[in-house]
């Protein structure tokens, strides 16, 4: 170990409540640096605390600061964790559509309407689509009972947000063969961990949307039918905000993704290091209600 390392302060471990299914996974991997560092170990549950996050430069749901370092994000284990922190940053722009995600194609790839469904806290099959978006975030290695165990602190986490902000997660799921194959979650805006200017009350906020592995690229299809759910279900349509990269996947993207599927720019949280794919650009996009035209349900839209 670089002895640099050594007495670099304490090890905070980032989480946005219950978001990422492997949370408590990657808390331990977290403890787990910090015993090889000889530092102290805490915690910060950053829901609805953009205040406190934006010093510290975190965007995503999970990640690890070390002060001096750059914020390291999940899933990563301590050893890979350690070694990133003795590799130190890159110097380089990450690639376009690096990360292990292309730049997605837009209407060639929408799949049949029927296909789409968003469920809701209170919906009989909401369980069911918060353990399907839980299969395909994680690997197949875990057996059902772990899965279940995550989807179930993700269903108490959404209670949480629904009792304090007022509005209701959802999720959008597209099925294939039966399966769940992708998925978009919205969370109340005032339940993120970014600065969102602007947002209103009633405002959404996208904390994942994400296709499984051997799926085709159903992204930009389920932003929209996730837009128009959202539209649907309220007098009032509200916007759908996210954080994009410019170039990677995270926490969202690239930025292309969103475009396509009728978002604007809003403003720029700077550049990050995401280690090892270098550096990118972070930009807050934002879907306005009145992207619906009225009478147009897009895909997954109900009343």
């Given amino acids: 170990m670089d002895s640099g390392l050594r007495g670099c302060g304490g090890v905070t471990y980032l989480h946005l409540g219950d978001q990422r299914p492997y ?19 805490a915690e910060a549950d950053i829901t609805g605390r953009p205040d406190f996050t934006a010093p510290l430069g975190a965007y995503l749901s999970t990640q690890v600061h070390v002060p001096g370092y750059p914020l ?20 380089h722009d990450a690639l376009q559509g690096g990360g292990g995600t292309d730049v997605p194609s837009t209407e060639s790839s929408t799949p049949s309407h029927g296909i789409f469904h968003t469920a809701r806290p209170g919906d009989r099959d909401w369980l069911e689509a918060v353990s399907g978006s839980v299969r395909v975030c994680l690997s197949e290695s875990l057996d059902n009972q772990q899965r279940q165990a995550m989807a179930e602190a993700k269903v108490r986490w959404f209670r949480v947000l629904a009792g304090r902000y007022g509005c209701a997660p959802a ?29 209103a009350p009633r405002d959404r906020f996208l904390t994942c949307v994400h296709a499984a592995p051997d799926a085709a690229d159903l992204r930009s299809a389920l932003l929209r039918a996730a837009l128009g759910s959202a539209c649907a279900a309220q007098a009032l349509a509200p916007a759908i905000w996210a954080v994009s990269g410019r170039r990677l996947p995270y926490p969202n993207g690239p930025l292309p993704l969103f475009l396509a599927a009728g978002f604007e720019v809003v403003a720029g949280l700077g550049r990050r290091c995401h280690a090892p794919d270098g550096w990118d650009d972070l930009l807050p996009v934002r879907s306005a209600g009145h992207a619906v035209k009225a009478g147009h349900r897009l895909p997954g839209s109900r009343g």
């Fill in 23 to 41: 949370s408590r996974w990657f808390s331990e991997q977290a403890r787990g640096l910090a015993r090889e560092l000889g530092a102290e170990f």
């Fill in 72 to 91: 390291l994000g999940a899933p990563r284990s301590t050893a890979t964790l350690l070694s990133l922190l003795e590799e130190g940053l890159p110097e």
């Fill in 171 to 199: 999720i959008t799921v597209v099925r294939s063969a039966g399966e769940v194959a992708g998925f978009a979650e919205l969370i109340p805006a005032a339940a993120a961990h970014v600065s969102l200017p602007g947002a």
